[in-house]
Each structure stands twice: as C-alpha cells, then as structure tokens.
C-alpha cells in the first residue's frame, strides 16, 4: 500500500458523507423516538394540538396497559384510600383497579410460541443443513429450492386450508398450532442458513473424528455443534425476530388463549376511543427486545436477510 | 452450489474410512435428518397448497359446513381474471410496489454510497439506521396511524412546519389522493435500510485495486462510478429489488392496521382483497382460486430470486 | 445472439431460463398494468407457462 491510496475518501467527502448519514439516521429515528415519549405521556397531553414535545411525564400509559380500571362511587374511594402508587395513578379519574389486563397473557403467548417454534426449528433446521451440507442427497438443489420457496408463500393464501385443517384437527387457537405453523415458515430460513454456516466447517474434522472411531451422530454432536454455534445463535436470533413480529397468521389463526401481542396491541381500548399512551407502551415494551437482538446481530444481519447468499 | 470436483471428492468417503465407521450407514442418517424437516413442510405447506388448489374448482363454503359442494371447473378463475374490481387492486399494488421499490432504491444506494465512505462511527450509525426493518410491521402500522392523525399527529405538524400549510387541512389517510401515497411512506421508512445493506455488501465485494486501475487509465471519477460502481452493485440491487418486490406484492400486516384497505378500497392491496373474499365474505372455492394466482405469481418471482441468489453466491 | 438460438435448440439450461424469466415478468407486468383488461385477464395462464417451464428448464444441462 502506497501512502496515497486512490480508494480512500478524502477527509472532505468523509465529512460530508457522515453528516448526511447521521441527518437521516436522525430523521428516521422520530417516529420511535415519538411512540416512547408518548407511552410517557397522560392520554390528555398525548392527544393535545399541536403535540406536545414538553411534557410532565407518567406512568399512566403503562398503567393502564397492565391493568383494567372500573370507575367508583365517591364513597368508596373515600374508604379505600389508595395504598401503592399505581393506585394513586387510577384515583385521580375516580377509579380503581379491577384487575390484570390481557396484555401480560398475550405478551407471554408471544414469548412461548416464539421460542417454542425457535427451538424446534433449530433442531430440526440444524439436522437438515447438517445432511444438506454433508450428504450426497438426491435432487438436493430441489429440495432446497422447494424449502426456500414455502418461506415465499404468500400468509393469507396458505391461510385458508390450515384454517380448514386446524379447525379439523382442534389446532386452532391453540400454542401447538401456532408454533408448528411459525417452525413451518422459519425452518426455510434455519436450513439455508445453518447450511451457509456448516459448509465453513472443515469436513477434516470430522473426517479425522470418524476415523478415530466416532459414529456419525458423536462426530455431529461433539465436532460439527461446537463449531457451529455461533452460526446457529444468530440463526436462532432472526427466527426469533420472525415469530415475535408476525401478524397476518395470528390475526386469522388465533382469537384468545394462543393470541400473540402483535394482534393485540392495536385492539387496546381506552375510556372514548383508543388509549394512545397505552398502546404505545405496549408497542414500545414489545419493540425493545427486538432492538437489542438487532444490535446483536448487526454483524450477521445480512447474511439473516439474504438467506446466506451475502455473507459479510 | 457444491459442485466443483473439490467437494465432490470430499464427499465420497474413502473406503478405508468407510469400514471403520459403526452405526448407522450416511445414507440412513441423511434421510433421517432431513425426514423431519421434509415431513413438516409436507403437512403445513403442501398439503394444504393441494387442498387450495382443489377447493379453488368448487363453490365451497367454509362458514356452510353441510352445503353440497358442487365442482364448478374454471368459474372461480374465469370470474376472479374478468373482473375489473380485482384488477383495480392489481393496480393499487402495482402503485405501491412501484413506488416503494423506487424510493427504496434510490434512498438505499445513496445511503450505502455514503456510508461506504467509512467516515468515523459509521458502524453506531448503520446499526442505527437498520433498526426499522427488524419491527413488528402490524405494530409499525398501528404507531404511524397515530403519527398520521390530523391534528394531534406529529406527522402533519411535520409537514406544516416546513410547507407552512395548516396541519389540520389535510388527512394522509383519510384522503382518496394521499392515502396510496402514506402507506409508500411507511414502507420506505421502514424498508430502505434493507435495500440500504444489500448495496453496501455491493459496493464492499468491489477490489480496490480495479479502481485503482481505472485510476492509472485516467479515467474520470464519475466514469468509474458509471463503468466499474454501478455494474458490479447491480446483481446486488436485483436481489434487493427481488425481494422487496415479492415482499411487497403479498403485503398485508403493515397496510392492514395502517388503512385497513379505505379510503374505499383505494389501498385494497390483494392480499388484503383476498383476506376479505376468504374471511370476512367466506367465499372459500372462490378465494381458493385467488390465492392460487397469487402464489403462482410469488413462486414465479421467488424461482427469479433464487437463480439471482445463487449468481450473488457464487461471487 | 446466436448463441442465444444454438443455445435453445441444444436445450441448454442459460436460455432456455432467460425465456422463462421473461415469460414470469411479463405475466407478472400484465397482472398489474393498468392498460388494458385482456392483459390482466391472460396474465395467470403467463406467469403460469413461465413458472413451470423455469422448473421444467433449471433440469436441462448448462
């Protein structure tokens, strides 16, 4: 390398490149920034005109997502002063805590089918790339094209029959249906992926593990797992992602015991009209896990989202 | 993919290895790997695309459990292709990817240009930038119907800010003209930064030393950027455009909670259409027919992504 | 360009494809154009033709 490189930016267009990057990285952090503010927000400040960008922060939104509310007559409330500061929230609309809202039950549905289908599909996901990678399969470039093309399926034109089908079977509504039908659509990804990934292994490894008297399964288990772990972690992160923010099945599949947060969320329902703070903390409680996963995917994203065609 | 005599050679297990190996012949363990995998796909992907494409000849209907279901051949796919509603959503789909794809590409490119200037911190701000696209699209949806709401959304307070026009004169949803236009917004919001990473991956797979090279024949900076810059990026691009595109065509979470289809049906996307006929109308047969169109369509495009997938590969 | 039609008569797998991408995105155009209904009418029977001969031609040999 010369001490003039022909390929490095001048200082100048750095300079100017940067400021432009950071202008829209700004830009397009608003709206988000905007929907945590306004978690914060009392549902008067959150519907005010012109928006509010100052404001006395509350809990309220949280309360309210947490929690359904009856109003009291006044004798009551003079009886039962408020005892914990989420009480005291309430009591300044004339009203009391009746109990949990829904939202802790379909934020936990969102948590058991997501990493109930994760798993499954990174087990099954893991055997299948292992066989891919190392196998002579017949019609293996079929196979594949055939895994990968379920993923491209449209949701709502598959909906129909497994709706017939799980009605049939007693599936519907339920965390079983749900988490083989999220394992069907992410095991596409898990395989090319995971396929990506084991390739980089050196077959030598295994070869020298059979050779000192392995079986096949002890070489998968304690050569080829190892190696391949940190591939099948980051996998595992965008199935994750995958299940977490899926709408289109859960809105037609699921009603109530197996309903996940997405279809929820927008359905929050305040005192005249939607309860904007309150939905807006749910979306901002439901969005930061997917935030901090992103962050620590940043260096795999593009291989999660180009099924392992670009690597870097 | 793994083809070339190298792996090939790797993959025939020499004999002598082959007699020491106990348990289970590869054979049997490649099937059993891959059996379950195969097995699931079957149950939930083709079984009940077969069941589709059988219900779309009938006049079934799923809400009329005892009715007789009589076979009515190509009615249902006669009647979906004749009909001009149908095709208005073909076009209001065909606005959005269109619309979508060009903002996307053009905003993606010149952000990864940039940020291939490797200025300092561009690392923080990539990440930054990416954060959108890895949402929940429904819940992305619900958050911008309230950013779009007249008055009290940031959104117009936005627009007036810089226009001058009165925040409350106009509703991006409510609007026949505006709401094909808000839910563009949205997606490119959302989507560039996709188009964005898959340019960057472009613009890093180019050597240095061919511009280095282009440098020594004097050729002019926006020659290269026109000869060596676009050219190598654009299988990239095509991928991204591929993508986005199928991606789009069946799009139905982001635009469903944003407009839920209206003004009219001036944002009907035909996923959306077909989500009524099937769910809402329980026109099963003739919904049956509709989704077959569409996933020929989607399999069609997706069988172009993944030739220009395995062409990106090969690089 | 001739090679494009050597190409074709030999069943090779490159052409033979290009035809078969060409028949999808011009069924996939006639989908969603807003000229004329004709279009829209015979765009499934295209993109149909097109996505079968691509499964049938991707098993023909480079």
Redesign the interface.
Known sequence: MSSFSVTEPSDRSKWFAGTLVIVYALITMMPLAWIMLTGFKSPSDAISYPPKVVFEPTLEGYVNLFTTRTRQTEEYLEANPPETWYEEIVREYDMVIAGPSKFGERFMNSVIIGFGSTFLSIVLGTLAAYAFSRFKIPLADDLLFFILSTRMMPPIAVAIPIFLMYRTLGLSDTHLGMILLYTAVNISLAVWLLKGFIDEIPREYEEAALIDGYTRFQAFYKVVLPQAATGIASTAIFCLIFAWNEYAFAVLLTSGTAQTAPPFIPTIIGVGGLDWPAVAAGATIFLLPVMVFTILLRKHLLRGITFGAVRK | MSDTPVDRAATATPPRVARKIKGLSDRAIAWIFVGPTIFLLLAINIFPLIWTIKLSFTNFKANRIGREVKNIGFRNYERILTDSDIWLNMQATAHFLFWTIFFQVLIGFTLAYLINKKFKGNDLWTTIIVLPMMLSPAVVGNFWKFLYQPQIGLFNYVVAFFTGKDPSSFEMLGSVQLAPWSIVIVDTWMWTPFVMLICLAGLRSIPDYIYEAAEVDRASKLRQFFTITIPMVLPFLMLAVLFRGIENFKMFDLVVQLTGGGPGSTTELTSINLKREAFEKWRTGYASAYAIILFVTVFGLASIYVKALNKVKER | MSNFFTGLLQLRRGPW?MV??IL??L??FM????FV?WG?????IT??I??VM??VV?HFKE
């Open positions: 494809e078969a991408t999808i995105g069924g996939v989908l969603m154009q807003p209904l829209f009418t015979y765009s499934f993109t149909l097109g996505t691509f499964i991707s």
